[in-house]
């Protein structure tokens, strides 16, 4: 049986360390700087270079004269060699990418998901959009390395399962991975959304390193994902992450939980465009025509109509309604509290904001949030929280998908033998 994954390593530990070293070092390394910073032998180096050339995975780009002995030659990645796929199953849209071997976009796709969706046709879907991907960017299959999927949790990962997330209503136990296996004929590599999110801030992350941030996901739910000490946290069956109950309003609305004030409930995109139509926000002239793309049929949102909802409530508040820029400032306060309390617990500094629905909120939220968090009664770190956007827009649950996947070829922690030894 096969334990989380089926992705294979790239040959091995010694391939995967001398690979890491070389995609991290950005310039190239040579075949002494390797075997200084591995401890291998150079006899090993020397075999293992040979075959990542003979593969085309590396390419030598001129020499290097610096430091005693004669000139080195350089060895760096070829990042086109080989790519992967990332898939975001969000209830509301799925994100495609193509990443190459340095987790840089190099094909996107975006569709709304059709409501409601069964797993059946969701897979079919997912599958007819990998394939335009490929095509579209001329990649031959040989060259992917693998399919990471991001979903809504809780999920079964080691069997690579979905456990009926709530949002994706009659999804109960569907085994996503197995079913993406049999239909792409690829690896695939099953994680839950916060998750993925999570490890694409970590891979692409610029400027000083961020080695404890939360990640504040605000898609069709609202999630967390952490990383601490620069490792993701992913708990005891890797659904770390809910965070649609933490109470943040004594005075809030019921939960089917039975609690009242969680904050999924507060600060979901549906629920908040849903309550602008109820409460007349959108009734003024001015505003008819975007209203009426809005409320349409008058049916239950779907994605596209929630989206534009979320941009009119924004477009409002930007326009000095102050009924949109209490919505917004009460979707700052309901986070900043909720963050407050992760920030106590985790001691964590710096918070990045992304997911599907966050770019209409994000200027107001964002201008909002270091003082909510500065000044919140609560708060006790004695350092101050950074919070940002995230490095990769709306992509970026995907891109940890496929980064999911790169991490599994770059890997060279030993863990990742166990699971390419199961194989
Ligand atoms: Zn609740």
């Known amino acids: 049986m096969q334990r989380g994954t089926n992705l294979p390593a790239l040959g091995g530990y010694n391939q995967a360390v001398i690979l890491d070293l070389i995609r991290r070092s950005g310039s190239g390394l040579s075949r002494v700087e390797l075997a200084g910073e591995t401890g291998l032998s150079g006899q090993t180096v020397s075999n293992v270079t040979k075959r990542l050339l003979e593969d085309g995975i590396i390419h030598e780009s001129g020499k290097s004269s610096t ?19 990332g898939v975001h199953l969000d209830p509301s849209v799925i994100t495609y990418v193509l990443v190459d071997l340095e987790g840089a976009v190099i094909g996107h796709r975006r569709s709304l998901t059709p409501s409601p969706i069964d797993p059946v046709s969701a897979i079919a879907t997912v599958v ?59 690896p695939v590599v099953l994680e839950k959304d916060v998750t993925a999110a999570a490890v694409a801030e970590l891979w692409l992350q610029s400027g000083p390193s961020r080695d404890n941030f939360a990640f504040l996901y605000y898609g069709t739910g609202i ?47 549906k629920a908040l465009v849903t309550d602008a139509i109820a ?58 509290r909720a963050l407050v309390t992760i920030v106590n617990l985790l001691d964590i500094d710096h918070v990045v904001f992304g997911g599907p629905f966050w770019s209409p909120i994000a200027a107001v939220v964002l201008a909002e949030m270091p003082e909510l968090i500065a000044k919140h009664p609560a708060l006790v770190q004695p350092h101050p929280v950074v919070v940002t956007d995230s490095a990769s827009g709306d992509d970026v649950t995907a891109i940890g998908a496929a980064c999911l996947v790169l991490d599994h070829t770059f890997s060279p922690r030993p863990a990742a033998l166990l699971i390419s030894a199961t194989r």
């Open 223 to 269: 999630g967390i994902g952490l990383a601490l000490e620069h490792e993701v946290l992913r708990g005891a069956s890797r659904n770390a992450g809910d965070a649609g109950h933490i109470m943040v309003a004594d005075d809030g609305p019921l939960c089917e939980c039975g609690l009242h004030g969680c904050l999924g409930n507060l600060v979901q995109p």
């Open 67 to 85: 430091g005693p002995g004669k000139p080195r030659t350089i060895l760096q990645l070829e990042s086109r060699a080989r790519v992967a796929i």
């Open 128 to 186: 007819a959009a990998i394939d335009a991907l490929t095509a579209e960017a001329g990649i031959d299959r040989e060259r992917v390395l693998g399919v990471g999927i991001a979903a809504p949790g809780p999920i079964d990962a080691d069997r690579g399962i979905l456990i009926a997330p709530p949002l994706l209503v009659g999804w109960d136990r569907v085994s996503l991975r197995d079913a993406l296996i049999e239909a792409t004929g690829l």
């Open 279 to 336: 409460s007349g926000l959108f009734d003024g002239p001015e505003v008819a025509d975007e209203a009426a793309a809005v409320i349409g049929d008058g049916s239950e949102l779907d994605a596209a109509r929630v989206l534009l909802g979320m941009e009119l409530i924004a477009a409002l508040a930007s326009r000095g309604d102050p009924r949109a820029g209490a919505v917004l400032h009460g979707v700052a306060s309901h986070i900043a």
